[in-house]
């Protein structure tokens, strides 16, 4: 009789640790950056770099949007690199704690 084992993924973090160790993760890019790790950040950017590409007047006029293109890159800010780097270190564990496979549903 041949037995199947599959990897199993590793057991979750116990919460009150996994809680702290984002407040110190969240709290360090505060103090370092002035910023916390606010993704809505990238999604403006995002909606500035469209509006620069669609409709660029409307875009330099609008209160909000119009000092992200001064320049016209947009997506030149930190927030974008950091959104970018987050998505990375998320799928590599991911990957490391085995809960990371691709599937067609």
Same mark, same amino acid.
């Given at each position: 009789?041949?037995?199947?084992?599959?990897?199993?993924?590793?057991?979750?973090?116990?919460? /009150?640790?996994?809680?702290?160790?984002? &407040?110190?993760? @969240?709290? $360090?890019?505060?103090?370092?950056?002035?910023? #916390? *790790?606010?993704?809505?950040?990238?999604?403006?950017?995002?909606?500035?770099?469209?509006?620069?590409?669609?409709?660029?007047?409307?875009?330099?006029?609008?209160?909000? /949007?119009?000092?992200?293109?001064?320049? &016209?890159?947009? @997506?030149? $800010?930190?927030?974008?690199?950091?959104?970018? #780097? *987050?998505?990375?270190?998320?799928?590599?564990?991911?990957?490391?704690?085995?809960?990371?496979?691709?599937?067609?549903?």
């Amino acid at each position: 009789m041949t037995m199947h084992f599959e990897n199993q993924p590793k057991p979750y973090w116990n919460p /009150l640790f996994a809680g702290l160790a984002l &407040g110190t993760v @969240l709290l $360090a890019a505060f103090v370092l950056t002035g910023h #916390g *790790l606010g993704v809505t950040g990238l999604t403006t950017r995002l909606v500035a770099w469209l509006g620069m590409t669609v409709v660029p007047q409307m875009t330099q006029a609008n209160d909000y /949007l119009g000092g992200m293109v001064e320049d &016209g890159k947009p @997506l030149s $800010a930190w927030i974008t690199w950091e959104v970018i #780097g *987050l998505a990375i270190c998320a799928l590599i564990s991911a990957a490391l704690s085995q809960r990371f496979k691709f599937q067609l549903d």
